[in-house]
């Protein structure tokens, strides 16, 4: 077909970058967009923007492919803990664009029992108001590649009041937390980890701590 070698940046919930072979499109680059239909964040610091991100991490973590949520510039106001999927990639704008931002006293990641995850790109604000930043408890179903958690790079958390990054429970999980920064915490712990069976690798490279504790 003389179409064949064309891309297309698809925005309904199917989403992501599409190629036509020639006799079928074929999506090359899995990517939800939470600003786009149907899932329409604003990112306007104003607008609670809970169910918005949730309906497009789910829609990424039923996607049957590893597939990208992307954050466009902006500061995304949640009310509710945001239950993260396995299998899916959290990107933001670079230069910590965008901003995940707390209204109340809550987990504003909650990745537990998430594999093959990977965060970048965001900035987490608890706003002196949410408790815990991320929560990758009970994670053990094995070891490798398939269990992995990669947090960074440029995954900066500020303000939360008890713990920035939370691991209990966990076993068998390769967990990598590289070139992010964590400062504001009321309670002073960045990294709380405890209950860990093994073998469990959980790796830190590169990271700042402003007035934080790893515990």
């Given at each position: 077909s003389q179409n064949a070698g064309n891309i297309a940046r698809v925005t309904d919930v199917q989403g992501g970058i599409w190629m036509d072979s020639g006799t079928q499109w074929t999506k090359i680059f899995p990517m939800v967009n939470v600003k786009d239909a149907p899932f329409n964040?604003?990112?306007?610091?104003?607008?609670?923007?809970?169910?918005?991100?949730?309906?497009?991490?789910?829609?990424?973590?039923?996607?049957?492919?590893?597939?990208?949520?992307?954050?466009?510039?902006?500061?995304?106001l949640i009310s509710t803990?945001?239950?993260?999927?396995?299998?899916?990639?959290?990107v933001g704008a670079h230069n910590y664009g965008s901003v995940i931002k707390a209204t109340a006293a809550i987990t504003m990641f909650n990745g537990q029992?998430?594999?093959?995850?990977?965060?970048?790109?965001?900035?987490?604000?608890?706003?002196?108001?949410?408790?815990?930043?991320?929560?990758?408890?009970?994670?053990?179903?094995?070891i490798g590649a398939d269990t992995k958690i990669d947090i960074g790079p440029n995954v900066h958390i500020q303000g939360t009041t008890l713990i920035a990054?939370?691991?209990?429970?966990?076993?068998?999980?390769?967990t990598r937390i590289h070139h992010s920064l964590f400062d504001g915490l009321t309670s002073g712990i960045?990294?709380?980890?405890?209950?860990?069976?093994?073998?469990?690798?959980?790796?830190f490279v590169g990271c700042g701590s402003a007035g934080g504790n790893f515990d």
């Open positions: 964040a604003k990112g306007d610091n104003a607008t609670d923007d809970t169910a918005a991100i949730q309906a497009a991490l789910n829609a990424a973590g039923n996607a049957g492919a590893k597939t990208t949520v992307f954050f466009p510039a902006g500061t995304y803990a945001l239950t993260i999927p396995s299998n899916i990639n959290i029992d998430a594999v093959q995850l990977n965060v970048r790109d965001i900035l987490l604000q608890g706003n002196a108001t949410a408790t815990v930043g991320m929560d990758f408890s009970n994670t053990a179903i094995g990054i939370k691991m209990t429970n966990c076993g068998g999980t390769d960045a990294i709380s980890w405890s209950n860990i069976g093994g073998p469990t690798f959980i790796d």
